[in-house]
């Protein structure tokens, strides 16, 4: 009996020890940081080695007429080169009047592309839709265009295309800080986004009605905090792979919901921020999710669905409708949820087999993207083309 119980209690421990080390990986990949270790014991004070005997001369022959395979060569891989659209690539960057309390001396950098094509009617009138992209962490804004590829969807299908990029001094990753209180709140790099965001909307031809938000992982998380503290500005949201809102508090804390989601935060979250803004306008949602996601797992896309039901106020009876969507050639099987109120489809929840914690329909010679589709970009747009905020 005593064997057995000291056989669990060495069970327990060394499944802590690999839970420590998970743990700690995941920490220091997403946030820079690790989880902090248990000290080490002290170790014995070594014995005096024995003298050390000279080797038989059937090793040493060994050793000389046994050959090793020769170590393949190292490749250096060549630099991809992405297909570049014919519109305008601008690079510039945003830093807020001396007199925001908290913001003075920082600047965000930001990437704008405006498409080459002829502008329609509507265009010459209203100016480019604007779709602001928000990488996700270990991710530069250069990076996140080329492997969403949604500056070549902006140059076919007419939109100008934003992407601010988080800065190394404020995360050693370029990790949004979602998880983090203040920020939940709206301070933080929200209010650079949205100061970049004004910038490019005062400077170019663009269309107030139709902003429009995305984000993968930490972009996601901080697109939605971005759209919650300010409704009046994004007419429609989409978040790939994205934890969800209003718990964390905390590098710790954000790891817990990556994989576990929210808890008892999930209804309360989002009744503070109706409590804060009574009048809080429709905020049409699209969420892109991988069943395999290990990273940020599928309840975060189940806890965002709930949260997307009750910031719409949608009512009991909503209408659902459910397709499944067959792999075809070069794509993952997966099923999209439409909730409609009217005629308005007001969230689209999508889960896609097989997808790890990838952009889908990405470019796969960057890191966080799935070769296979479907394409995320041209689901995210086709979602934001049918809605407009209302001025």
Same mark, same amino acid.
């Given at each position: 009996?005593?064997?057995?119980?000291?056989?669990?209690?060495?069970?327990?421990?060394?499944?802590?020890? &690999?839970?420590?080390?998970?743990?700690?990986?995941?920490?220091?990949?997403?946030?820079?940081?690790?989880?902090?270790?248990?000290?080490?014991?002290?170790?014995?004070?070594?014995?005096?080695?024995?003298?050390? $005997?000279?080797?038989?001369?059937?090793?040493?022959?060994?050793?000389?007429?046994?050959?090793?395979?020769?170590?393949?060569?190292?490749? !250096?891989?060549?630099?991809?080169? !992405?297909?570049?659209?014919?519109?305008?690539?601008?690079?510039?960057?945003?830093? !807020?009047? !001396? =007199?925001?309390?908290?913001?003075?001396?920082? @600047?965000?950098?930001?990437?704008?592309?405006?498409?080459? @094509? =002829?502008?329609?009617?509507?265009? @010459?009138?209203?100016?480019?839709?604007?779709?602001?992209? #928000?990488?996700?962490?270990?991710?530069?804004?250069?990076?996140?265009?080329?492997?969403?590829?949604?500056?070549?969807?902006?140059?076919?299908?007419?939109?100008?295309?934003?992407?601010?990029?988080?800065?190394?001094?404020?995360?050693?990753?370029?990790?949004?800080?979602?998880?983090?209180?203040?920020?939940?709140?709206?301070?933080?790099?929200?209010?650079?986004?949205?100061?970049?965001? =004004?910038?490019?909307?005062?400077?170019?031809?663009?269309?107030?009605?139709?902003?429009?938000?995305?984000?993968?992982?930490?972009?996601?998380?901080?697109?939605?905090?971005?759209?919650? $503290?300010?409704?009046?500005?994004?007419?429609?949201?989409? #978040?790939?792979?994205?934890? &969800?809102?209003?718990?964390?508090?905390?590098?710790?804390?954000?790891?817990?919901?990556?994989?576990?989601?929210?808890?008892?935060?999930?209804?309360?979250?989002?009744?503070?921020? %109706?409590?804060?803004?009574?009048?809080?306008?429709?905020?049409?949602?699209?969420?892109?999710?991988? $069943?395999?996601?290990?990273?940020?797992?599928?309840?975060?896309?189940?806890?965002?669905?709930?949260?997307?039901? %009750?910031?719409?106020?949608?009512?009991?009876?909503?209408?659902?409708? &459910?397709?499944?969507?067959?792999?075809?050639?070069?794509?993952?099987?997966?099923?999209?949820?439409?909730?409609?109120?009217?005629?308005?489809?007001?969230?689209?929840?999508?889960?896609?087999?097989?997808?790890?914690? /990838?952009?889908?329909?990405?470019?796969?010679?960057?890191?966080?993207? /799935?070769?296979?589709?479907?394409?995320?970009?041209?689901?995210?747009?086709?979602?934001?083309?049918?809605?407009?905020?209302?001025?």
């Amino acid at each position: 009996m005593v064997k057995s119980a000291t056989q669990w209690l060495r069970g327990l421990v060394r499944v802590g020890k &690999v839970q420590r080390r998970g743990a700690a990986k995941l920490a220091k990949t997403l946030f820079g940081a690790p989880v902090a270790k248990p000290k080490p014991r002290a170790k014995a004070k070594p014995k005096a080695a024995p003298k050390a $005997r000279p080797a038989p001369k059937l090793a040493l022959k060994l050793k000389v007429t046994v050959s090793k395979p020769a170590a393949r060569p190292v490749v !250096p891989r060549a630099a991809v080169v !992405p297909e570049a659209p014919p519109g305008k690539w601008l690079a510039a960057h945003y830093s !807020p009047a !001396p =007199e925001m309390l908290g913001l003075s001396g920082k @600047r965000m950098s930001y990437w704008l592309y405006l498409p080459a @094509r =002829e502008p329609s009617a509507t265009v @010459r009138r209203k100016g480019w839709p604007l779709v602001v992209m #928000l990488h996700g962490c270990d991710q530069t804004a250069t990076q996140f265009a080329q492997g969403t590829r949604m500056n070549l969807l902006a140059e076919k299908k007419g939109f100008a295309v934003l992407y601010p990029q988080q800065s190394l001094r404020s995360h050693p990753h370029r990790c949004w800080k979602w998880y983090d209180k203040a920020t939940q709140a709206g301070g933080g790099d929200v209010r650079m986004i949205v100061g970049a965001i =004004e910038q490019v909307l005062q400077k170019y031809a663009l269309d107030r009605g139709r902003v429009y938000l995305g984000g993968m992982s930490a972009g996601a998380g901080m697109a939605n905090i971005v759209a919650l $503290r300010h409704p009046q500005l994004i007419a429609a949201l989409g #978040l790939h792979s994205g934890p &969800v809102f209003g718990a964390g508090h905390g590098m710790i804390g954000a790891l817990g919901v990556m994989q576990h989601g929210a808890g008892q935060r999930v209804d309360g979250a989002i009744d503070e921020v %109706l409590a804060h803004s009574p009048a809080f306008p429709q905020l049409p949602t699209i969420l892109i999710q991988g $069943r395999e996601d290990k990273v940020v797992r599928p309840i975060n896309q189940v806890q965002l669905t709930r949260q997307g039901v %009750l910031l719409n106020r949608m009512p009991r009876g909503t209408a659902l409708s &459910v397709a499944a969507k067959a792999a075809g050639r070069g794509g993952n099987a997966h099923q999209v949820h439409d909730y409609t109120v009217g005629k308005d489809v007001l969230l689209r929840v999508a889960l896609i087999e097989r997808l790890e914690h /990838a952009w889908s329909g990405g470019d796969p010679a960057l890191a966080f993207n /799935a070769k296979a589709g479907p394409d995320a970009s041209k689901m995210m747009f086709e979602f934001f083309a049918g809605h407009r905020r209302l001025e």
